[in-house]
Structure formats: C-alpha cells, structure tokens
C-alpha cells in the first residue's frame, strides 16, 4: 500500500501546475505554495515585457494530455499562454490548493523525526510553520533578478534617468521619444529592443559582449526550426553522455559529414541574417554552443541594425552620467532609459547552506539525478530544472517521475549508490566532455531531448511504441505521443 502524502508544491509557474496535477492524480493531498499574487510565473502578465511571446513552437510548449488552443499562433503572445496555463489549472481542479501572496520563507528537516520538511510560510505579515511530507520545489530559473551596481546611477536618475531590469519592462511607453539602451544579448534583449524602436524611442541602442548565434524563426526564410533543430537526427550529431565504443566509432565517422552539416547552417543564417552588414558574425562555432542560451533571432532584429535602427555597441556597462551611460570601451551613448536584460540569479534560497552545499557544487553545478532529485534531499524533488527549448514538456515528464519516484513506484527505482554514480558521470560530462552543457548550473536538457526522454520513460516503465523509426528520427517530440508513452507505465493510487 502507497501512503497518501500532503505535498508542499512550491511555485504556481509551468512546473509547479505539472507537479501539482501529477501529484493529485496519484490521490495525494497537495497544496500548491505561491509567492505572486497570481498562477503563471514568467508568464504572469505583471512580469511579461510587452510583445513578449515563446521562443518554442506551440505544440513543444505544452502539456502531454493538454494541446494549445488551435487558434493559438506557432508561437503564442505572452497573455495567451497565461490563458493555457490558467485553463490548464483550471481543468485538473488546481485552483481550489493555490495558496497566493505565500512565500516560502525556509524549509528543513522536521523535527518530529517523520520523514518529509518543515516550512516556514510568509504570507503578508504572517509567518508560521508547517509540516509536509513531501516536497517539489518548482521555483525556476528566472526569479531572482541578477542586479548590476555602478558609479554615476544616482547622477542618471536625479537627470530624469531610469534604470530598470527587463522583467519589471512591462510598459511600451516607458521608451517612447526617449533614449533607450539595453544591455544584454539574449533574446530578451533583442525583443526588447525591437520593441522601444516600435514604440517610438527617439534612440535605441543594445550593448552586449559578444555576437551569438541565433536561430531564426524559420530556416532559410521556409523551414520552420523545430523541423531542423528538434529532431532526433540532429541531436544525434552531439556525441553524448554514456557512449559505448561502438557510438564513439560511429562519431568519429560521421564527423566529417556533421562538420559540414554545421558549416552549412552557419553559411546559411549569414547570409539569412546579413550577420557580417551588421558586424555581428560569432566567432565560436554554432555546435559549440547549443544549449538553453542559444537564443531565437527576433524579428527585425537584424534589419534594424543593419539600416542603424538600432545600434549594437560591445562590451558592457561602465559608469552613469547624467543623460549618459559610458561603456567599458569608454564609449558614451546618450541614454534616458538603461534596460538591464542581464538576466537572473540560480538558486533555492530558502534552503539552509548545508542543504545547499549538498545540493549545489562551489562552481555552481547541480547535483541532481536525472536534473529532478538529490540523494542526499530525501523527501523532496525538482520539477523544472530540466529546463530546455520545450520546458512545459520537460515538466510534465518530470512530474510524471518524480510522483513515482517520492511513491517508490519507478520501474527502475535508483539506489542512493546509482544517483551518485549517474550524478558523477554526469558533471564530468558536463565540466570536461562538453562544457556548453554546464551553463545554467548544468540544468539544461538542450540539446538532448530525446535521450533525457528516453532515459524517464525507461525509469517509469513506460512503453515508447516507435510507430515509424524513420520518421521519429527527423520529427520534433510529440507531445500527445508521450502522453500515450506515460499511459502505458503500470496504473497505481496512493491512498
Ligand atoms: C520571457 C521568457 C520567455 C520564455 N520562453 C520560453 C520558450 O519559448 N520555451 C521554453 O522552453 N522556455 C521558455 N522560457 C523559460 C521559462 O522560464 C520556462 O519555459 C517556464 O515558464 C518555467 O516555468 P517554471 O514553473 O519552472 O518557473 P517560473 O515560471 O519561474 O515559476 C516559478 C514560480 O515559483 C514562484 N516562487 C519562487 N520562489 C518562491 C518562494 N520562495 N515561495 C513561493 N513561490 C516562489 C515564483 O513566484 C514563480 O511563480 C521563457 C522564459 C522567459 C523569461
């Protein structure tokens, strides 16, 4: 018999809805811990910058036995996909255990010596503390703002200058007949440049470190990306974790034919992307840098640097003067408004530094088995961390595991032994075979989607049926197929 478990599901974004639905569907009892005063996470309108919208095509960016809307574009605005995520919760009954405005203040071990943790919940000016057996911790990676101090802000601001990191951006005529510089070169950056020029600054500048590949929304002006960068064939060119000698052969011949598989990606988005007119051609190589950083181009992006639209300067911030940001390069742009797209921090601040410790190595990789749970954190899991290119997908899928594995229900339940082993392999992977692998704390699947697939399915004792192994080599993960996959793992209800 499985014990019903009282869940603590920290977070109401993408992740926690997954853990939450996978949790209440095997009858444990869970009450979903949520800081915001609303479900969604990144996606909340509060903290989506205007014209925000995925960089995932809409049928990766959902859930396995939920599709988006048909009317929804390929890559939906930021409020619609609120909208899913609200209906989403609102069909699997997740509203009613939403506790908002409720931040998870510190979590440790019980002191009643059951298993599970004890945590301290902050809601308004309210503080107590609350026993749960379980918890997922479905926090994200994009919670903590990264801040940037410099000389010269409090001359900037008492000039009338604004300086505000690019999640708090959420009003177009902020920009309007102003000068406007964001630094940063992800794609929030890019988006938000584009969108200040269409709003009306008076100047639009974006500095950044260094040119990065980007991947338009559709290759070659036609073919859609997920069709080319989705598809198992193609993460099949990177040679991966755990190879036999017979896959290091097989690499090392196709080596020559994937080298130009590369070389001809990148000749193509040049010439795509007018990247030398702009100044902008990377210099690493595209493959190199396949993780979760690479960012989609924005539209326009590219054309309105090349006509001066907007102005690429590299390096990073310097200083503030009034009216003025200086750069490291000693450049001075004229600025009324500086935009920080710097990004967030990584971490689970609420727990204590031991747990910390066991959980996250001093350079700042992960430990965490399958990128979902610690040996050494019983009792708790992360949904979430395995962040991707098609991170709702990611979720669900981890969700799926980790009620499993909190159940002891896993067809392969790893030892303690296994997950530090698995772990150990995994960091040397991610530190020594193939670095780009260790951004984000190690905590991006991209681009091994298919084999992080393959290896929770294998785990949960599900049947991945190959309906055409031919045309699964060149089609991008098919959701509805992986809820079929997770419908075949044997049946079970705590309770
Ligand atoms: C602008 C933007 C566009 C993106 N586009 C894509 C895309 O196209 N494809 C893709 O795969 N990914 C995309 N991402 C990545 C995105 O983060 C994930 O897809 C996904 O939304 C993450 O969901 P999450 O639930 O894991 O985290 P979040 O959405 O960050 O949700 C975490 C929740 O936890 C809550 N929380 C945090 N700490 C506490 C605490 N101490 N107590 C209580 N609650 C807490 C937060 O308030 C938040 O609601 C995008 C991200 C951004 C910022």
């Not at 997908?393 to 339940?413: P, T």
């Amino acid at each position: 018999m499985i014990s019903r478990k009282n869940v603590c599901v920290i977070g109401a974004g993408v992740s926690g809805l997954a853990a939450a639905k996978a949790f209440t569907a095997r009858g444990h009892d869970v009450t979903i811990v949520e800081r915001s005063v609303d479900l969604g996470g990144v996606w909340e309108p509060a903290r989506s910058y205007p014209d925000v919208q995925t960089q995932s095509p809409k049928e990766l960016y959902r859930y396995t036995d939920k599709a988006m809307p048909d009317h929804y574009p390929e890559w939906p605005k930021g409020p619609q996909v609120h909208a899913y995520l609200a209906d989403y919760a609102k069909s699997h009954d997740l509203i009613r255990l939403m506790r908002l405005n409720t931040t998870v203040l510190a979590m440790q071990r019980r002191s009643d010596g059951k298993p599970g943790w004890s945590l301290d919940l902050k809601t308004g000016d309210r503080t107590r503390r609350e026993d749960f057996d379980f918890v997922a911790v479905c926090t994200g990676q994009f919670n903590e703002p990264q801040t940037l101090s410099l000389g010269g802000e409090d001359q900037f601001a008492a000039a009338g200058g604004l300086i505000l990191h690019s999640s708090k951006y959420n009003d177009a005529a902020l920009t309007k007949g102003r000068d406007v510089v964001v630094l940063g070169g992800s794609k929030s950056a890019t988006d938000i440049a584009v969108n200040a020029v269409r709003s009306g600054a008076r100047s639009v500048t974006i500095v950044l470190r260094e040119a990065v590949w980007r991947i338009p929304y559709f290759i070659g002006g036609l073919i859609n990306f997920k069709r080319i960068l989705y598809i198992r064939a193609q993460e099949q060119m990177f040679p991966s974790w755990g190879m036999g000698p017979l896959s290091r052969l097989a690499h090392l011949l196709a080596k020559p034919l994937v080298w130009a598989n590369w070389r001809g990606l990148e000749s193509l988005l040049k010439m795509q992307l007018k990247l030398a007119k702009c100044n902008m051609v990377p210099k690493g190589r595209i493959e190199d840098g396949v993780n979760c950083s690479v960012p989609i181009a924005t539209p326009d992006f590219f054309p309105m640097v090349a006509d001066g639209r907007i102005k690429a300067v590299y390096g990073t911030f310097g200083h503030y003067e009034p009216n003025t940001i200086v750069t490291s390069g000693g450049e001075r742009i004229p600025a009324d408004v500086a935009i920080l797209a710097i990004g967030y921090k990584l971490g689970v601040p609420f727990l204590s530094d031991a747990d910390r410790a066991r959980l996250v190595d001093p350079d700042g990789q992960y430990r965490l088995y399958r990128l979902i749970a610690n040996p050494d954190l019983p009792d708790m899991g992360f949904v979430g961390f395995n962040s991707s290119f098609c991170t709702v997908l990611c979720a669900d899928m981890a969700a799926n595991w980790l009620v499993r594995y909190a159940d002891k229900q896993l067809a392969h339940q790893p030892s303690e032994r296994e997950m530090r082993d698995n772990i150990e392999m995994m960091l040397h992977f991610k530190r020594i075979e193939r670095p780009a692998a260790g951004v984000y704390g190690g905590l991006c699947v991209a681009p091994y989607h298919f084999k992080h697939f393959d290896e929770l399915l294998a785990d949960i004792g599900a049947q991945r049926r190959r309906r055409n192994p031919l045309a699964e080599m060149f089609t991008p993960p098919d959701a509805d197929a992986y809820n079929d996959f997770l419908a075949s793992a044997p049946a079970y209800q705590a309770g």
